[in-house]
Nanobody, 125 residues
């Protein structure tokens, strides 16, 4: 069982930065691929970024955040991060942390093993 708790959301002006954190419980964190999703009002939840379980492994991003967002993980701290720079109003959403044994589920299907409760990110223009 893995429990995920996000933090770091808030209100920021366009062009600003935020860093989201996702703290995971459980001793098997390092064996899970981790990802971030977001859901804006009236829209479906969408994939944002993912990273495989091995430190230094490939990272994956949706096109709209490439070059602005960076996903990383610290297996010693059981934490995954999402550094968000050059934020835009269209980045406004609830951001969810997710964990799955297979990065394919994070990147392609959204049918993942564990979800966090979400953290609100609001970008003002």
């Amino acid at each position: 069982q893995v429990q995920l708790v996000e933090s770091g959301g808030g209100l920021v002006q366009a062009g600003g930065s935020l860093r989201l954190s996702c703290a995971a419980s459980g001793r098997t964190f390092s064996t899970y691929a981790m990802g971030w999703f977001r859901q804006a009002p009236g829209k479906e939840r969408e994939f944002v970024a993912a990273i495989n379980w091995r430190i230094g492994s490939n990272t994956y991003y949706t096109d709209s955040v490439k070059g602005r967002f960076t996903i990383s993980r610290d297996n010693a701290k059981n934490t995954v991060y999402l550094q968000m720079n050059s934020l835009k109003p269209e980045d406004t959403a609830v951001y969810y942390c997710a964990a799955d044994k297979a990065i394919y589920h994070l990147r392609e299907t959204g049918s993942v093993d564990y979800w966090g409760q979400g953290t609100q990110v609001t970008v003002s223009s």
